[in-house]
C-alpha cells in the first residue's frame, strides 16, 4: 500500500490536506492555494522520475 492523502478547499485560497502512510499514521495540514500546487507539482515530478 501507498502513502495518499485527500484535500477539502476550506476557504477561496485554504486547503485542509490530510497525509495519510501506509502504516494508517495520519496528519492534517491547512495550506495556502499556492503551497498546494506546488506539492501537487512536486509529487507529480517524482512520479515521472521514478518511472
Known amino acids: 500500500m501507498r502513502s495518499f492523502h485527500t484535500a477539502v478547499q476550506v476557504e477561496s485560497a485554504l486547503w485542509a490536506v490530510t497525509f495519510v502512510s501506509e502504516f494508517g499514521c495520519h ?3 491547512i495550506m495556502t492555494g499556492a503551497e498546494f500546487i506546488e506539492m501537487i507539482s512536486a ?3 517524482l512520479g515521472c522520475e521514478s518511472s
Open 43 to 45: 509529487e507529480a515530478q
Open 27 to 29: 496528519e492534517t495540514r
